[in-house]
């Protein structure tokens, strides 16, 4: 059992940064892939980014490319996500979640924290 708590999310205009963390509990936490999904107002969750459990296999969704980082700290059971360059439609609550195996399948992920809402003004 993993569970998960995001934080980091705020109000912040067009070309700023956040940085979201994701903090799980559980000592098999090193043994899970983890991944930040997004979900609009209206707009199916969405895939962002994924990381194994060694810090490797990174990928990221195509709108986010070259301007977020995903990163993780085994010792701190801890997951980040830096945002950069941060766009309006940016917009969403974003989320954390757990796996076995990266993918881009929310479906596959097991754990999930509750959210972190980033509001990205024009």
């Known amino acids: 059992q993993v569970q998960l708590v995001e934080s980091g999310g705020g109000l912040v205009q067009a070309g700023g940064s956040l940085r979201l963390s994701c903090a799980a509990s559980?000592?098999?936490?090193?043994?899970?892939?983890l991944g930040w999904f997004r979900q609009a107002p209206g707009k199916e969750r969405e895939f962002v980014s994924h990381?194994?459990?060694?810090?490797?296999?990174?990928a990221y969704a195509d709108p986010v490319k070259d301007r977020f980082i995903i990163s993780r700290v085994n010792a701190k059971n801890t997951v980040y996500l830096q945002m950069n360059s941060l766009k309006p439609e940016d917009t969403a609550v974003y989320y954390c979640?757990?796996?076995?195996?990266?993918?881009?399948?929310?479906?596959?992920?097991?754990?999930w924290g509750v959210g972190t809402q980033v509001t990205v003004s024009s």
């Open positions: 990381i194994d459990w060694r810090g490797g296999s990174i």
């Open positions: 979640a757990a796996t076995g195996v990266v993918t881009v399948d929310p479906h596959q992920y097991l754990y």
């Open positions: 559980g000592r098999t936490f090193n043994m899970y892939a």
